[in-house]
């Protein structure tokens, strides 16, 4: 991992000076459609089941990152740069995150964004007690990803370069 990035790739590597200045976009991937009633009311039909994340990362340095494993249809776990939330709700005091989290990225707050102690234990977030209200919890997620595209852009006389990196959830 370089200290350029939070990002964590972990069949690549990121030379000095190609991992700078990164986005990371995460949306849900479709698992269901829209339809009509023969009211005209909106439905969506999904199944829960299969939330997965659809993500584009992309990043614009010096350098490109190394691809040398890195090949459309390659399965990666990806360290996200994107944290998630989730809540705990009053008067309790455990939740199981939805991913798993990268290490050192949980943190539990208040509405006033004032930390709050928790312990974690595998992928469970327990408070030391239950609290009168909401607890907000956020972490970097763990994704198995594979790739589905990605790019390299280099501007031979700016000295700059980027790349691009879209993938989903397996």
Known sequence: ???????????????????????????PVSNGEFKRSVNGELM??????????????????????????????????????????????????????????????????????EQIPFKLIDNDVELYQPYEEKVFVSFRPWLTMQVINFSMITKEWDMEGGWRLELEEV
């Open 44 to 113: 969506f039909l999904e199944t829960t089941e299969r939330r997965k994340y659809y993500s584009i990362i992309s990043c614009t340095d010096v350098n490109t990152p190394i691809i040398d494993r890195l090949w459309v249809g390659s399965q990666l776990n990806i360290g996200c740069i994107q944290n998630l939330w989730q809540v705990i709700f009053p008067k309790e005091k455990k939740i199981t995150l939805i991913r798993p989290a990268v290490a050192g990225s949980v943190s539990a707050v208040n509405n006033f964004g």
């Open 1 to 27: 991992m370089s200290a350029e990035t939070n990002l964590i790739l972990d069949i690549s590597g990121f030379p000095p000076e190609s991992a700078r200045n990164c986005t990371q976009e995460l949306k």
